[in-house]
């Protein structure tokens, strides 16, 4: 059984930081790695994408001020957060492109996401 599991999210004053993790379970490959947020009302965004060889990139909102990283032996994503804003107060979900049981083909898969709010 996949999955994948958040942690870090919480509530926090603007200028403040966080971390959020992704750890995925359950996968016999794992490629690309992102990060997606949701704010009540609106669409579900990208907000940051880490390939399997490591390159990266971010909505224009967060650059400078999000990191994305990943550890392929703990099967962990990471979104560091800095300066944070009360316009980044939205719920985060974790996504995979992976396969169970081979290298082909990938899907999707969706952590249950985790609530990050910044207060002005």
């Known amino acids: 059984q996949v999955q994948l599991v958040e942690s870090g999210g919480g509530l926090v004053q603007a200028g403040g930081s966080l971390r959020l993790s992704c750890v995925a379970s359950?996968?016999?490959?794992?490629?690309?790695m992102e990060w997606y947020r949701q704010a009540p009302g609106k669409q579900r965004e990208l907000v940051a994408v880490?390939?399997?060889?490591?390159?990266?990139n971010y909505v224009d909102s967060v650059k400078g001020r999000f990191t994305i990283s990943r550890d392929n032996a703990k099967n962990t994503s990471y979104l560091q957060m800095n300066s944070l804003k009360p316009e980044d107060t939205a719920v985060y979900y974790c996504y995979v492109q992976g396969n169970r049981v081979t290298m082909w083909p990938l899907y999707n898969y969706w952590g249950q996401g985790t609530q990050v709010t910044v207060s002005p």
């Open positions: 880490i390939t399997s060889s490591g390159s990266t």
């Open positions: 359950g996968l016999f490959r794992i490629d690309a």
